[in-house]
T-cell receptor, first 112, second 112 residues
Framework: EAGVAQSPRYKIIEKRQSVAFWCNPI?????LYWYQQILGQGPKLLIQ????????DSQLPKDRFSAERLKGVDSTLKIQPAKLEDSAVYLCASSPSSNEQYFGPGTRLTVT | GEDVEQSLFLSVREGDSSVINCTYT??????LYWYKQEPGAGLQLLTY?????DMKQDQRLTVLLNKKDKHLSLRIADTQTGDSAIYFC????????????FGAGTRLAVHP
């Protein structure tokens, strides 16, 4: 079974620029999550989708971050405009049930 | 409240047992998890325990749960150099839709 795929793996941008990340979850997984992991910290949930509907976006900075999950499969996370403090690893995870979440390799974002 | 705490660093000799500890705050958490993260990689689900259990064993891994003290531990028997990684404890927060709250991670270093 293929795992969660994410791209790009690395991205370097200047502050105030825009960036987008892509995630392809494990086939058949209805729930998809985006986490932000700042260096030295554990992952923090940004947004959670059930199929293509949002169930939790309480931690998403909506003035600059947006996410969508078209057709209940792939998802994109966008930051516009980026700030220095957005430098982090962005992890996508998917879940077949309420008990287990499977993570992708992440996208490391550096904002200069 | 939502808070998971772990010690930041543990060093063990190859062949010894490692014990990584974690405390959490949400007494209503139904599941508690241990994830492993190797450099440059996403999080790998190691094991999880349901809150009505005290112990779960899976090959070299033993999870102990003390609900009264809200304390979770992961014991790795016969620790190998391949076990060197960051280990994250997480609780499934009862106030959210399967939202996971992660600790900051414990870096395990295994030396000869």
């Amino acid at each position: 079974e293929a795992g969660v795929a994410q791209s790009p793996r690395y991205k370097i941008i200047e502050k105030r620029q825009s960036v987008a990340f892509w995630c392809n979850p494990i086939s058949g997984h209805a729930t998809l999550y985006w986490y932000q992991q700042i260096l030295g910290q554990g992952p923090k949930l940004l947004i959670q989708f059930q199929n293509n509907g949002v169930v939790d976006d309480s931690q998403l900075p909506k003035d600059r971050f947006s996410a969508e999950r078209l057709k209940g499969v792939d998802s994109t996370l966008k930051i516009q405009p980026a700030k220095l403090e957005d430098s982090a690893v962005y992890l996508c995870a998917s879940s077949p049930s309420s008990n287990e979440q499977y993570f992708g390799p992440g996208t490391r974002l550096t904002v200069t | 409240g939502e808070d998971v705490e772990q010690s930041l660093f543990l060093s063990v000799r190859e062949g010894d047992s490692s014990v990584i500890n974690c405390t959490y705050t949400d007494s209503s958490s139904t599941y508690l998890y241990w994830y492993k993260q190797e450099p440059g990689a996403g999080l790998q689900l190691l094991t999880y325990i349901f809150s009505n259990m005290d112990m779960k064993q899976d090959q070299r891994l033993t999870v102990l749960l003390n609900k009264k003290d809200k304390h979770l531990s992961l014991r790795i028997a016969d620790t190998q150099t391949g076990d060197s990684a960051i280990y994250f404890c997480a609780e499934r927060f009862s106030g959210g839709y399967n939202k996971l709250i992660f600790g900051a991670g414990t870096r395990l270093a295994v030396h000869p």
